[in-house]
Nanobody, 122 residues
Framework: QVPLAESGGGLVQAGGSLRLACAAS???????MGWFRQAPGKEREFVAA???????FYSDSVQGRFTISRDSATNAMYLQMNSLKPEDTAIYYC?????????????????WGQGTQVTVSS
């Protein structure tokens, strides 16, 4: 299990873009990494994930607008968010799991960051 730290959140106008980053604070290899988000009063939901080889997975709500990527040398992970909408407003969390295999369930991930706030104004 590896501690993670998100960065890159902020306040943007609808239609704008943000690039989130997730840094692993240790040397542990993460086989699978993902992004989740949680808005006030709502459950944490899956956004995107990426395998160790670079296979990408997206929720329907962000497909075509967000792009997930990772640096295999450092285990850093990124989320490029374009065409942002007010409904994208949430705290975004990065997560990792030590074994391969995609999952959309938060319980299947081993390590979590503290979150970064994304606010999209209309």
């Amino acid at each position: 299990q590896v501690p993670l730290a998100e960065s890159g959140g902020g306040l943007v106008q609808a239609g704008g873009s943000l690039r989130l980053a997730c840094a692993a604070s240790g040397r542990t290899v993460s086989m699978h990494m993902g992004w989740f988000r949680q808005a006030p009063g709502k459950e944490r939901e899956f956004v995107a994930a990426i395998s160790w080889i670079g296979s990408q997975f997206y929720s329907d709500s962000v497909q075509g607008r967000f792009t997930i990527s990772r640096d295999s040398a450092t285990n850093a992970m990124y989320l490029q968010m374009n065409s942002l909408k007010p409904e994208d407003t949430a705290i975004y969390y990065c997560a990792s799991r030590a074994v391969g295999g995609n999952s959309r369930l938060p319980a299947d991930y081993d390590s979590w960051g503290q979150g970064t706030q994304v606010t999209v104004s209309s």
